[in-house]
């Protein structure tokens, strides 16, 4: 079974500095697709960032991008200029191409992201 | 822009109570989601739905059904609530294929006491 992990139970960095979110994955499948979604306070939860195990480009999204590497199993999300609006839940997650289970994701247990004025 | 909805920000039940948490969306997605959200475990699904009358069991099933009568509506019952239920519940929909991103709910804020 798939597994996430994220090792940083909270985080906190300087409005405008760069912070760097971990996460770690468990799998046997060559397919798949990895997504940080974020979960302000009392707001519902939105996609930042997607990112197909097949492509080699890291994918970017203006302030946030991540850091794919498939042969450790790892998906770390950049964070640049952070600003107020970025204190939220951070949270990773992983998403089987195959067929059975198809759509589920399977979800880390969080980061939380405090940004200081 | 693709909105979910559900039918309570907050519920208060009494153990042994029948609990129905509603969840509908607006852009025709074939899955829905119902996912349980508690401090330091993250989300776990508990059941989800790829089509009308259609459902499987997630990770977290034991105490749950649900139920699917309309592609727009998903509801997550819970027979007879009991107090290790209170947590968030999360709804989520998403076009059927693994690329699609999953939409959320605003979320149900259930205590059982």
């Known amino acids: 079974a798939q597994t996430v992990t994220q090792s940083q139970p909270e985080m906190s960095v300087q409005e405008a500095e760069t912070v760097t979110l971990s996460c770690t994955y468990d799998t046997s499948e060559s397919d798949y697709y990895l997504f940080w979604y974020k979960q302000p306070p009392s707001r519902q939860m939105i996609l930042v960032i997607r990112?197909?195990?097949?492509?080699?480009q890291n994918a970017t999204e203006n302030r946030f991008s991540v850091n794919f590497q498939k042969a450790a199993k790892s998906f770390s999300l950049k964070i640049s200029d952070s600003q107020l609006g970025d204190a939220a839940m951070y949270f990773c997650a992983y998403r089987s191409s195959n067929g059975g289970s198809q759509g589920n994701l399977i979800f880390g247990k969080g980061t939380k992201l405090s940004v200081k004025p | 822009d693709v909105k979910v909805t559900q039918s309570s920000r907050y519920l208060v039940k009494r153990t042994g109570e029948k609990v129905f948490l509603e969840c509908v969306q607006d852009?025709?997605?074939?899955?829905m989601f119902w996912y349980r959200q508690d401090p330091g475990l993250g989300l776990r699904l508990i059941y989800f739905?790829?089509?009308?009358?259609?459902?499987e069991k997630g990770d977290i099933p034991e105490g749950y059904s649900v139920s699917r009568e309309k592609k727009e509506r998903f509801s997550l019952i819970l027979e007879s609530a009991s107090t290790n239920q209170t947590s968030m519940y999360l709804c989520?929909?998403?076009?059927?294929?693994?690329?699609?991103?999953?939409?959320f709910g605003p979320g149900t804020r259930l205590t059982v006491t």
């Open positions: 852009m025709d997605h074939e899955n």
């Open positions: 739905s790829y089509d009308v009358k259609m459902k």
């Open positions: 989520a929909s998403s076009l059927w294929g693994a690329n699609y991103e999953q939409y």
């Open positions: 990112q197909e195990a097949y492509k080699q």
